[in-house]
């Protein structure tokens, strides 16, 4: 199977800058999509910042001119850069990731989540 695990959140204030980490480990195949959701008290989970199967990226709409998501393949990392942080950025922040490993019979489709990082924007 494939894990993932966030590290970087924490307590930041209104206008300031964070970076979250993602890192994905296993028996891996291919990493074909590897991006953040979020999801904060009472509401659904939404898109941050993705790249998808073709190597684009996709920004959720009420972050995507503040943030940016970096990838390194030769390490299956994944760095969400967020600037100017509003109160209502505050949430957990999920890794996601999908592609294919490997077992013996070959390679197979997964799809995982990290246990997710808290971010906090308050004063």
Request: neutral net charge.
């Amino acid at each position: 199977q494939v894990y993932l695990v966030e590290s970087g959140g924490g307590l930041v204030q209104p206008g300031g800058s964070l970076r979250l980490s993602c890192a994905a480990s296993g028996s891996i195949f291919s990493l074909d999509t590897m991006g953040w959701y979020r999801q904060a008290p009472g509401k659904q989970r939404e898109l941050v910042a993705t790249f998808t199967a073709g190597g684009r990226t996709t920004y959720g709409d009420s972050v995507k001119e503040r943030v940016v998501i970096i990838r390194n393949k030769s390490t299956d990392t994944a760095w969400l850069q967020m600037n100017a942080l509003k109160p209502e950025d505050t949430a957990v922040y999920y890794c996601h990731a999908s592609g294919y490993y490997t077992d013996s019979h070959g390679p197979k489709s997964f799809e995982s989540w990290g246990q997710g990082t808290q971010v906090t924007v308050s004063s």
